[in-house]
């Protein structure tokens, strides 16, 4: 690979909500890292975020920006159907690439940038951020660490009001248009979920699922069902619903082992139960607030050469073929 060894000088190709606070000002908050430029189709935009931000250039076309010499690494945080496109474009111009989940259309997509990676020799990262965040980090040691004994099942809901859900709003609601997003909420959400349970327990060895969309509210899946199976028969079952009362609201992962059983939310809540034959343990944390800040930390050293991949495409490409398992 060929890694920088100079600091980097970040580009954003799409500027939008998610750059505001969650990842855009954390490439300049981190050692031998900086935000140089920033790109929005609409150009208005792109000014008013690097104005606001303190970034010195701006476009509205991402040619531009990746062919400007001073930018050196290139974060991806358009809409999923323009991810394949700019990431090889960035890899021809040899600039390392850091994108957002999910991090394509499909896996058919992401194995095209995979090829495009090993063929230029260029560092490729996911933006699956949630495995550098304490919370995970810790469920991740107390699995290592056979804290619950055998893991035997998995169990993950994530039940959603239409009229109060997690998901940012947007204009145009680019998330619930396939042609855009490649899916619906699930297939904004769920990314970040099936990484971390292939980060816990490696490839499953069966997946089934089915997607239904019982509202017609949008041209996309509100209901999803997944069944898949892990090494050593570990069972996971999951229900992703975007349609239903307020009443019903839900964003549980139940790790289910035979001496206990972890329990945590992905995205309400930075709280960790434990309960084992030993008692019942609470372990609470905070979120950085630019979240995405430990992760680009981590890929900030990657593509210099110092540390390893947090998540390469090889990784976010299981996640992308689970998804597609529940397209029908």
């Excluded at 990262?125 to 919370?135: F, M, N, Q, W």
Aim: charged share 25%; with cysteine.
């Amino acid at each position: 690979m060929n890694f920088r060894k100079e600091n980097l000088r970040w580009g954003i190709i799409g500027c939008g909500d998610v750059c505001e606070v969650k990842s855009g000002p954390a490439f300049s908050k981190i050692a031998n890292s900086s935000l140089i430029a920033v790109m929005r189709r609409d150009l208005v935009k792109a000014k008013d975020y690097a104005l606001r931000h303190h970034v010195p250039e701006y476009y509205n076309d991402a040619q531009q920006l990746i062919d400007n010499p001073e930018v050196n690494a290139i974060y991806i945080a358009t809409p999923p159907a323009s991810h394949e496109e700019y990431a090889i474009k960035a890899m021809e111009a040899g600039k390392p690439v850091y994108i957002e989940k999910p991090i394509a259309m499909n896996a058919a997509s992401c194995k095209r940038m995979l090829d495009a990676s090993i063929r230029y020799q260029v560092p490729v990262s996911g933006a699956y951020y949630r495995r550098a965040l304490p919370l995970f980090k810790k469920v991740k040691s107390l699995l290592e660490e056979q804290k619950i004994g055998k893991v035997k099942a998995v169990i993950i809901n994530m039940l959603q009001s239409p009229t109060k859900n997690i998901i940012t709003k947007t204009d145009d609601n680019w998330r619930v248009n396939p042609v855009l997003s490649g899916g619906g909420l699930f297939h904004d959400l769920a990314p970040h979920q099936l990484d971390l349970m292939y980060w816990f327990f490696g490839k499953p060895n069966e997946v089934t699922g089915k997607s239904l969309n019982q509202d017609k509210k949008y041209n996309a899946p509100d209901m999803t069902s997944l069944e898949a199976v892990f090494s050593d028969d570990i069972f996971l079952t999951g229900l992703w619903s975007f349609n239903v009362h307020e009443s019903a609201v839900d964003d549980t992962c139940k790790i289910i082992g035979d001496n206990g059983m972890i329990k945590f939310s992905f995205f309400r809540q930075s709280t960790l139960e434990m309960e084992t034959s030993a008692g019942r343990q609470v372990f609470e944390f905070i979120n950085p607030p630019h979240i995405q800040q430990p992760m680009i930390e981590e890929v900030v050293k990657y593509f210099r050469g110092e540390g390893k991949n947090p998540c390469s495409l090889e990784d976010a490409l299981v996640s992308m073929q689970i998804m597609d398992s529940t397209i029908r």
